[in-house]
């Protein structure tokens, strides 16, 4: 499959990214080889622990390490309702808190409930959320753009209220001693406890690659394309015969197992949980992730939320400010540059160019800025 | 397994929701009034998103800060006049209004200004670079954060010690409620300044030209409208009706004035808009006394810590079964 470069628009072609352009047209083999040893050193981090990057004396790097993972899963997931799909949520900590309540009534003793392994209440936790995406889903997502995006937001506020108001739920006293994985160290202590983060952090990044391969293979599915049609023209694919509203549901679904996977995670790190960490704020700093590194683009939302939780645990000088510091770089971002730090790439559409070289010879040039772009003329031929 | 998931729906003997309904019963029309007086300070704050949704097809995320700024600005005014938190003065009538009065104006003035300067700064840009729907709203969220921010770096976490200019004393009993003094000036100060918003963009010139460019802005701009001054007269308009709400809300909860304060009664404002219909002036005023006393009753009958997710639940309902609210949308609509 080589690619040849486009003759005839040579100054578009310089518009392009030149990395990404680059990178995708590597020969599998290629890319795994720049991959694998990236990955190798990912795992590394929290062991090599490298003096610019780490975030000591202020902060413990091994759970600034996991804390950093667990944003970028949940930059993921909301990346399928928001990047994917351009369904705003932003109630997605509802989702997050849904998936951490789960593990925690189902493994600490301070719940009433039967208590099962961690391994067994992780599946559930995302089950029991996808459920609730199902439920918020259904009614609401007839709705669009604004109206949605204030209903999710209601929703993740209702799920706050229920766990301050509900008593099974134990409002702000909360669950202590959250179950974690199975495992011990050579002296018989636990693998993952609550002070290490390394071992957390490797749970975290492999499920991170598993759920990428995933999700990757959704996106380049038919269920995909779907949600790129729906993103950029919703009544177009209406009209178009696509069955827009089940896809819409299938997106809110997919992106609330991952939300309840990484409240999971989270619970069992921190091994307490309670209704003061699921507020709208947190809500927004997820979705501040995934708008800053650019909704739509799986490497932008990864970078978005290394910026929005590593940042501040490395500066913590900064720390107090953060909210203000990415209330102001949302505001500069929007204005500027509106599709993110990386715009979505979308990989459809390169390969529909590369059928219109096959066909006629000739490049089409299309734009592969993301959805919340503004159509310039110029950019598209 | 099943008995133990029964378990948790029935912990400890008890359901997870109780129902007080004698509570309910007795208190009804103390609710109802109680719940009037709130209603109209939410529809003051909903009018603020119906004209600016109205004209800009924008949900203004942050006008919850734009009157939890007023909000300051009471607190601030009365500090500076000397009022301490905690005992209430003795006032004469005159000088008593004399200092409503200038809260008033500085609350007014402050929120006035806030919203026209989130208009310049987040959403005239981005107007002008014909950004779509949604990027609006995230700018709308970054500036909500921004002016949060501020506050909270400014006087910290805690909600500033209530002021008191006036004690809330029953004037008369309805239906065996007492009604207060506070309650009163609340809703008739209130209903006054919607009639007042009502006239204004139905009767006057300037008015005109909000209903143009809220029906047609392009026709509007050739019919020689200036879209901008109108965008602008809005979120002015919005602003000072939110300045007037945030003395009302100091009025009736002194402990309004912190950081965070905004936010809920601003997700409740919009839900007062939209239960009424986003986009109509007559609308708002419905919707938020709705609301108001929903949430009364909600927490009646459920108890205090249900009055907030009454109000989102609300919100979800109206939204699911009537997006365009009781009465529609109708800014725009042209009436003589």
């Known amino acids: 499959m080589t690619v040849t470069s486009t003759p005839t628009a040579p100054a578009a072609a310089k518009r392009r990214r030149p990395i990404s352009e680059w990178w995708n047209n590597l020969p599998r083999v290629q890319q795994w080889l720049v991959l694998v040893p990236l990955v190798v050193l990912i795992y590394l981090l929290p062991v090599l622990n490298p003096p610019i990057l780490s975030t000591q004396p202020g902060y413990n790097f091994p759970i600034a390490m996991f804390e950093v993972s667990r944003y970028a899963l949940v930059a993921i997931g909301l990346n399928i309702v928001v990047g994917q799909a351009g369904l705003l949520d932003l109630g997605y900590v509802g989702f997050f808190a849904v998936g951490a309540y789960v593990m925690a009534l189902f493994t600490s003793p301070d719940s009433t409930l039967h208590k099962l392994p961690f391994l067994i209440v992780l599946p559930i936790a995302m089950v029991v959320t996808m459920i609730f995406g199902v439920i918020l889903g259904t009614p609401t997502l007839r709705l669009r753009g604004d109206y949605l995006a204030i209903v999710t937001l209601g929703f993740g506020e209702i799920v706050r209220l229920l766990a301050d108001n509900v008593d099974p739920l134990r409002g702000n006293s909360g669950f202590q001693a959250v179950g974690h994985p199975p495992g011990t160290n050579a002296d018989g202590s636990a693998l993952f406890n609550n002070s290490d983060g390394t071992p957390w952090y490797w749970l975290c990044v492999t499920v991170i690659i598993i759920v990428l391969f995933l999700v990757g293979n959704l996106e380049r599915s038919r269920v995909g394309r779907a949600w790129v049609a729906i993103r950029d023209d919703e009544d177009a694919a209406e009209i178009m015969g696509l069955p827009t509203y089940k896809f819409k549901i299938f997106a809110f679904v997919s992106g609330a197992a991952v939300g309840g996977l990484s409240g999971a995670l989270y619970a069992g790190q921190l091994g307490f949980v309670n209704n003061q960490k699921f507020d709208v704020v947190t809500s927004m700093l997820f979705l501040a992730a995934v708008i800053l590194g650019g909704a739509g683009n799986k490497v932008g939302v990864l970078l978005g939320a290394i910026v929005v939780a590593y940042v501040p645990l490395r500066f913590q000088a900064i720390a107090e400010y953060k909210y203000l510091i990415f209330g102001l770089a949302l505001i500069i971002l929007m204005i500027f540059r509106p599709q993110g730090l990386l715009g979505a790439r979308q990989r459809l559409l390169t390969y529909g160019r590369q059928a219109y070289q096959r066909l006629l010879g000739r490049g089409e040039q299309i734009s592969s800025d993301g959805s919340l772009a503004p159509e310039t003329p110029g950019e598209k031929a | ?336």
Do not use: C
Not at chain 2, 17 to 33: E, S
Not at chain 2, 194 to 209: C, E, Y
């Open chain 2, 1 to 336: 397994m099943t008995h133990d998931l029964s378990s948790l729906v029935l912990a400890q003997g008890d359901s997870w929701i109780t129902f007080d309904v004698k509570g309910f019963l007795d208190q009804f029309w103390a609710n109802t009034i109680d719940g009037l007086a709130y209603g109209s300070i939410y529809a003051l704050v909903a009018l603020g998103y119906t004209l600016v949704y109205g004209v800009l097809k924008l949900i203004n995320f942050a006008h919850s800060e734009v009157f939890i700024y007023g909000a300051y600005a009471v607190w601030f005014t009365l500090f500076g006049l000397g009022f301490r938190p905690g005992d209430t003065p003795e006032l004469p009538v005159f000088e008593l209004i004399g200092f409503l009065l200038l809260a008033l104006l500085a609350a007014m003035a402050v929120s006035g200004g806030t919203a026209v300067l989130l208009e310049r700064v987040a959403y005239r840009p981005l107007r002008k670079r014909g950004a779509p729907k949604l990027v609006f709203l995230i700018t709308a969220i970054g500036a909500s954060f921004v002016l949060q921010q501020i506050l909270f770096i400014w006087r910290g976490g805690n909600a500033e010690q209530g002021i008191r200019l006036m004690r809330n004393e029953p004037v008369f009993k309805l239906f065996g409620a007492d009604v207060t003094n506070v309650t009163i000036i609340t809703i008739i100060a209130s209903v006054v300044l919607m009639l007042a918003t009502n006239m204004f963009v139905n009767r006057t010139k300037f008015g005109r030209g909000i209903r143009a460019v809220a029906q047609d802005p392009d026709t509007a701009t050739l019919m020689g409208v200036n879209k901008e001054r109108v965008i602008t007269l809005t979120f002015l308009i919005g602003g000072l009706l939110a300045g007037a709400a945030a003395l009302f809300y100091m009025m009736k909860v002194p402990q309004g004035a912190s950081y965070q304060g905004g936010f809920i009664l601003g997700i409740k404002a919009f839900t007062a808009a939209v239960l009424g219909g986003i986009g109509n002036l007559r609308g708002a005023l419905l919707g938020g006394l709705l609301l108001g006393v929903a949430e009364n009753y909600g927490q009646s009958l459920f108890g205090g810590g249900w009055r907030d997710v009454v109000a989102f639940v609300l919100l979800v309902l109206v939204l699911m079964v009537r997006p365009t609210g009781i009465l529609g949308e109708s800014l725009g609509k042209a009436r003589v």
